[in-house]
């Protein structure tokens, strides 16, 4: 429980600073955010309906944000522990000097129920999508400038990055895999 608790604190004061530092944030649903805290503190953007494939989700309307510790009981959604089997959580310095922070890593797709285990899976992100807006359209990561998000169920892994400079997070490469738009230690689900 002490863990537990320390992490929520942790996740309290994480999010008053980005909120102070990044005030547009106020303006962005709960729902169409994710957030990198750590490898236990973090939230996604996961299709809103069961059993629905990546692609499938990537219209409005059909994605909500899941967290690891929902701060908005009403809108997100729970990542359950063990969603990530093997997680590495990364902080670096992109092509410009900015910092940007990521998740990596193998998924264990059959404990979200929104899922397809089977699903090659696709991207979400702040910057791409036919209006360049996003998919989901305003989606943000909370603190950066920028995000681009990965789940590949069939793999089975995913990978989220936020980015200070945009050019750290590509979103042109979405068919590509996680291996290629975020380069990182995927353990033994890479392929
Ligand atoms: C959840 O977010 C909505 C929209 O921003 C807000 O109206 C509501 O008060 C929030 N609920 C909680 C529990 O924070």
Known sequence: MKFIKSSLATWATLLTAAMAAFPSINDVSPDNVV????????????PKYPHMDIGASE????TQTLCTYPYNATLQGTIPQ??????AFAKGV???????????GCIVPQLVDRLNPADSGGQYDSNGGVTLQGNPIGSQCLGYASYVELIEPGGPRACIRCCIDPVDCPVTL??????TVIPGNYFDCAY
């Open 94 to 104: 992109g092509i410009t000097g900015q910092p940007y922070v990521q998740l990596t």
């Open 174 to 179: 979405d068919t590509s895999g996680c291996p």
């Open 82 to 87: 063990g969603f990530f089997r093997s997680v």
């Open 35 to 46: 957030y990198i805290s750590s490898e236990s503190v973090y939230c996604m953007i996961f």
């Open 59 to 62: 219209n409005p309307g059909n």
